[in-house]
């Protein structure tokens, strides 16, 4: 009977033992997620109103008309300032308030609002913006801020934990977690991030927020998510936090981002491809063209020669080059192993700049902003495509809206300036020259012309 018992007792007990040990074996976020979350912030932006009221995110991300919430535009309808809508997220890098996010979080923003998480809310200064890596950097008045602990992606290896926090649809630090599913993920439409792919269930608002490994520190920030049905299937996508770092680097001391230029136009290699030129594998990039006066010409690189390594990183594919190169300091010195007639050789190829349209604007914004601008307004001469098309002789255009007077008076960017206080506006100095005499105080009369209406609205200096 004793024997029996035994054979009976012992299965069902470690059966009751078997979801302690199970539970034992999951990681434990609560201490990760206490020291953390302090330093994730909401960013909300007030968007430009021609861009915001007439196009609304599709379920790719893609802009789709809006039709059923504006019919029309009356010319004596004053122009309304839109109400700040939440878009992502963010994190505090630097206890003097700089932040992380992503470019698209805040592209066309007029206005950049930071809620933190003691509920303060303060109005962000963008220090600079790169599209090609999609990061942001913002700059808040603020001391003794908490910061994140910032990590080494390089490090993440496939299958490991990791955690997002987030505002997901507005709800502030929300906590999700997954595992890593990939790494260096290169995805058609972005040529220069080697994401990080995860399970971590990301939605609309998570985009800017951070990815954290166990240890507390951040390696990646949270940007995309594949999807068919506009929401989370299970593919989420990170920027790795070295590759923001040193963008957010760039941006902090210069504004633009540069990065290197080898010159050539390559292409994958196939099982075929690989045997023809004595590969044992299929990988590397095959150099389809080398671009006449490009660096890729000055080092020697020949169009047929294969890149299996650049600067001791191996190439498997041919979307693995673009990356490495770019984050190379253009004016450094890229050591480039090719594989050229069956045998290999190294070449030493002096990286160039690759042209990048931040770096103008950037310089075109900084030319522009007149240093005692009382309207808080960025303003440039009337191009001739406005004139034709909106019919406008005269005037200035709106590139930029910060906060004060013309933000107060309804202003947005793409507005044409014909007329100040009865006087018409001929070009930028004399609109400047104008502004600075503007009494305080009263309203005087403004007339734009906003996407063909003409309208006069009241502009008041306090």
């Known amino acids: ?153 390089e490090r993440l290896e496939v299958g490991e934990w990791v955690l997002a926090i987030g505002s997901p649809f507005g709800f502030d630090h ?98 075929d491809l690989a045997e023809s030129f004595g590969l044992d594998k299929p990988s590397g990039a095959l150099v389809a063209k080398v671009l006449p006066e490009s660096p890729a010409l000055a080092g020697g690189l020949l169009e047929g020669d294969v890149i299996i390594r650049f600067n001791g990183r191996e190439i498997q594919r041919s979307s693995d080059l673009p990356h490495h190169v770019g984050r190379v300091r253009p004016g450094e010195v890229a050591k480039v192993q090719v594989v050229r007639g069956s045998r290999k050789q190294v070449l030493n190829v002096r990286i160039g700049e690759l042209p990048d349209t931040n770096k103008a604007l950037a310089s075109h914004q900084a030319d522009s902003v007149p240093k005692h601008n009382r309207l808080n307004l960025v303003v440039a001469e009337l191009d001739d495509e406005r004139r034709a098309k909106w019919n406008v002789s005269n005037g200035v255009v709106i590139k930029r809206v910060m906060r004060g007077a013309a933000a107060d008076a309804g202003l947005v960017v793409g507005d044409v300036i014909t007329m100040l206080n009865g006087q018409r506006i001929e070009s930028v100095s004399q609109f400047s020259e104008m502004v600075s005499n503007l009494p305080s105080g009263r309203a005087v009369p403004m007339r734009i012309v906003r996407r063909g209406s003409p309208m006069f609205i009241p502009l008041k200096i306090k």
Request: proline residues 6%; hydrophobic residues 40%.
């Open 1 to 153: 009977m004793s024997a029996i018992r035994k054979l009976v007792v012992w299965p069902i007990a470690a059966i009751l033992l078997l979801p302690t040990l199970v539970f034992a074996s999951l990681p434990d976020f609560k201490r990760l997620v206490k020291q953390a979350s302090p330093a994730v912030v909401n960013i909300s932006t007030v968007q430009s109103e021609s861009r915001a009221r007439n196009l609304l995110p599709g379920p790719q991300g893609e802009d789709v008309p809006e039709i059923f919430r504006h019919f029309f535009q009356f010319p004596d309808q004053k122009p309304q300032r839109r109400a700040p809508q939440s878009l992502g997220s963010g994190f505090i890098i630097s206890d003097d308030g700089y932040i992380l996010t992503n470019h698209h979080v805040i592209n066309e923003a007029e206005q950049v609002i930071v809620r933190l998480s003691d509920r303060r809310e303060l109005e962000a200064r963008v220090i600079g913006s790169d599209k090609r890596s999609d990061v942001a950097l913002l700059k808040i008045d603020a001391r003794n801020l908490p910061t994140v602990k910032v990590g080494r992606s």
């Open 174 to 271: 929300s906590v999700t977690a997954g595992i890593v599913s990939a790494t260096e993920r290169a995805l058609s439409n972005e040529t220069y991030v080697p994401f990080i792919q995860t399970d971590v269930a990301i939605n609309p608002g998570n985009s800017g927020g951070p990815l954290f490994n166990l240890d507390g520190e951040v390696v990646g920030i949270n940007s995309q998510i594949y999807t068919r049905s506009g929401g989370f299937m299970g593919l989420s996508f990170a920027i790795p936090i070295d590759v923001a770092m040193e963008v957010s680097d760039q941006l902090r001391g210069q504004g633009f981002v540069s990065r290197g230029w080898l010159g050539v136009i390559i292409q994958e290699v196939n099982k």
